[in-house]
């Protein structure tokens, strides 16, 4: 309150309006001879009307801070920077005075924190006004974080890495880089030029993500699926498969990985790699971003060893031709390796000899055990006939080889059926060639002639095959 004494006491009371403990407040009375006023903080807070002149006599001291009138009453705090004027200065003047900047009076130069408080984490030590300097610490997994720092002092100025903030507000939202993160808080004082700075560094952990996201490899698909959390896989290849790649993706783009102790580009083939035949071991190795946190995938690629070269036992096969229907056998061999059961196809088909004819077709599987390296043989039958013909071929082919065995060089391969000549010039006598034409014999001293569709068949003629024979003999 204010009190102002000409013939009586006149108090002018600051109703309903507590002073702020710990923080400087400017406060003002002034008087003109007909009214009384109050001021807090450069504004009007109470007024009271009043005439007369101020007394100046012992039994009205003046004071400030404290009044005797009924009872002794002192103010519990700290006074600084009283000024006396000889006349009643205008509100505006008061405004003035408080507002003047770090000149003006009752300005604070508070500019301590009451407290500072983290969204994500605690601070190091734990908070005290006087302490300038924190540390924090939070896992990989928080990626921003906000500050709220409360002024002792209302009227002060509070900055967070610059941006001005509220006292009791949360900072915007402070994006974290792993590793060390300074973050500044400023003070600024109601007087303008006293300031303090908080520093705070938050600790981001790295990534310990060391997990693989898939692996596949290039000369098949391993066993058993993949899994992050499974780290041993195999995989059988036949003998013909001599390397293979690795191609690892990691689940954090921040981690790295080799392939055999070499740097692979995740989601991208490792080099070459080599296999030798039975187990080839070849590691995976993640590591986090944290350098520290490793895991290993382990793949073993076993390699068969040689299943077989599969091939005919010769380009060529010569079957003499009989008067009886007959098997010509064909040998088909097994060399260099025996691993494994495997099997080849093989079929017939013309080359100058037809099928249904001169032989009949054929087809199937041939058969070898694992560790088998027995010869195996074909039959291809063979049509007997007591017609004299030129020597004629049979295709012989093999494919599809099975359980990694090749096909050698010795294929296709021919079946040569060679005609009887001893059984021709026993029944025949003359010069049949070819197919399609009309030739001069003599069978069983008869004359005769012979027409070939096919092959050279002897058949009894009418008379005007009869005719065209005697002019061909002629000729």
Same mark, same amino acid.
């Given at each position: 309150?204010?009190?102002?004494?000409?013939?009586?006491?006149?108090?002018?009371?600051?109703?309903?309006?507590?002073?702020?403990?710990?923080?400087?407040?400017?406060?003002?009375?002034?008087?003109?001879?007909?009214?009384?006023?109050?001021?807090?903080?450069?504004?009007?807070?109470?007024?009271?009307?009043?005439?007369?002149?101020?007394?100046?006599?012992?039994?009205?001291?003046?004071?400030?801070?404290?009044?005797?009138?009924?009872?002794?009453?002192?103010?519990?705090?700290?006074?600084?920077?009283?000024?006396?004027?000889?006349?009643?200065?205008?509100?505006?003047?008061?405004?003035?005075?408080?507002?003047?900047?770090?000149?003006?009076?009752?300005?604070?130069?508070?500019?301590?924190?009451?407290?500072?408080?983290?969204?994500?984490?605690?601070?190091?030590?734990?908070?005290?006004?006087?302490?300038?300097?924190?540390?924090?610490?939070?896992?990989?997994?928080?990626?921003?974080?906000?500050?709220?720092?409360?002024?002792?002092?209302?009227?002060?100025?509070?900055?967070?890495?610059?941006?001005?903030?509220?006292?009791? =507000?949360?900072?915007? +939202?402070?994006? &974290?880089?792993?590793? %060390?993160? /300074?973050? #500044? $808080? @400023? *003070? !600024?004082?109601?007087?303008?030029?006293?300031?303090?700075?908080?520093?705070?560094?938050?600790?981001?952990?790295?990534?310990?993500?060391?997990?693989?996201?898939?692996?596949?490899?290039?000369?098949?698909?391993?066993?058993?699926?993949?899994? =992050?959390?499974?780290? +041993?896989?195999? &995989?059988?290849?036949? %003998?013909? /498969?001599? #390397? $293979? @790649? *690795? !191609?690892?993706?990691?689940?954090?783009?921040?981690?790295?990985?080799?392939?055999?102790?070499?740097?692979?580009?995740?989601?991208?083939?490792?080099?070459?790699?080599?296999?030798?035949?039975?187990?080839?071991?070849?590691?995976?190795?993640?590591?986090?971003?944290?350098?520290?946190?490793?895991?290993?995938?382990?793949? /073993?690629? #076993?390699?068969?060893?040689?299943?077989?070269?599969?091939?005919?036992?010769?380009?060529?096969?010569?079957?003499?031709?009989?008067?009886?229907?007959?098997?010509?056998?064909?040998?088909?061999?097994?060399?260099?390796?025996?691993?494994?059961?495997?099997?080849?196809?093989?079929?017939?088909?013309?080359?100058?000899?037809?099928?249904?004819?001169?032989?009949?077709?054929?087809?199937?599987?041939?058969?070898?055990?694992?560790?088998?390296?027995?010869?195996?043989?074909?039959?291809?039958?063979?049509?007997?006939?007591?017609?004299?013909?030129?020597?004629?071929?049979?295709?012989?082919?093999?494919?599809?080889?099975?359980?990694?065995?090749?096909?050698?060089?010795?294929?296709?391969?021919?079946?040569?059926?060679?005609?009887?000549?001893?059984?021709?010039?026993?029944?025949?006598?003359?010069?049949?060639?070819?197919?399609?034409?009309?030739?001069?014999?003599?069978?069983?001293?008869?004359?005769?002639?012979?027409?070939?569709?096919?092959?050279?068949?002897?058949?009894?003629?009418?008379?005007?095959?009869?005719?065209?024979?005697?002019?061909?003999?002629?000729?």
């Amino acid at each position: 309150s204010g009190c102002i004494k000409t013939s009586t006491e006149t108090f002018v009371d600051i109703t309903g309006t507590n002073l702020p403990a710990n923080t400087w407040s400017h406060i003002a009375l002034t008087y003109d001879g007909t009214t009384m006023k109050v001021f807090l903080n450069g504004a009007v807070v109470g007024s009271a009307a009043k005439t007369g002149n101020i007394a100046n006599d012992a039994s009205a001291p003046f004071f400030v801070g404290g009044r005797t009138s009924g009872g002794t009453i002192n103010f519990s705090g700290k006074v600084d920077e009283v000024g006396v004027f000889n006349r009643a200065l205008a509100d505006f003047e008061i405004a003035s005075i408080y507002n003047v900047g770090s000149s003006g009076k009752c300005k604070s130069s508070n500019a301590d924190l009451s407290n500072l408080t983290l969204s994500t984490g605690s601070l190091s030590p734990a908070f005290g006004s006087g302490t300038t300097s924190y540390t924090a610490s939070v896992a990989n997994s928080v990626g921003s974080i906000t500050v709220t720092p409360t002024a002792a002092d209302s009227s002060a100025k509070i900055t967070v890495n610059g941006n001005a903030v509220s006292s009791g =507000a949360a900072s915007g +939202s402070i994006s &974290l880089n792993i590793g %060390n993160n /300074t973050i #500044t $808080t @400023t *003070v !600024t004082a109601q007087d303008g030029t006293t300031s303090k700075t908080y520093t705070l560094v938050v600790n981001r952990a790295a990534n310990t993500n060391a997990n693989l996201s898939n692996l596949v490899l290039g000369a098949g698909t391993i066993s058993p699926a993949f899994d =992050a959390n499974t780290t +041993s896989y195999t &995989l059988a290849v036949l %003998n013909s /498969t001599t #390397t $293979t @790649t *690795v !191609t690892p993706t990691v689940a954090d783009s921040t981690a790295t990985v080799t392939v055999n102790g070499q740097t692979v580009t995740s989601g991208s083939p490792s080099g070459s790699i080599s296999l030798n035949v039975g187990d080839n071991i070849i590691p995976v190795v993640v590591t986090a971003q944290d350098g520290s946190t490793t895991k290993t995938y382990t793949i /073993t690629v #076993t390699r068969s060893a040689p299943a077989g070269v599969l091939q005919f036992s010769a380009a060529n096969y010569n079957d003499g031709e009989t008067n009886a229907t007959h098997n010509a056998t064909v040998t088909v061999t097994r060399t260099n390796g025996s691993a494994g059961a495997v099997s080849v196809h093989y079929a017939t088909s013309n080359g100058t000899a037809l099928a249904g004819s001169d032989y009949t077709a054929t087809s199937g599987d041939l058969n070898w055990a694992d560790g088998d390296v027995a010869d195996k043989t074909l039959a291809v039958s063979i049509t007997g006939d007591t017609v004299f013909e030129t020597n004629e071929t049979v295709n012989l082919t093999l494919s599809a080889a099975t359980a990694g065995a090749t096909i050698g060089v010795t294929n296709p391969s021919t079946l040569t059926i060679i005609n009887d000549a001893n059984d021709h010039q026993r029944r025949h006598r003359g010069d049949c060639s070819g197919r399609a034409s009309i030739c001069a014999g003599r069978w069983r001293n008869q004359s005769c002639l012979h027409i070939h569709p096919k092959r050279c068949h002897h058949r009894h003629l009418d008379r005007e095959l009869r005719r065209e024979r005697h002019r061909a003999i002629r000729h």
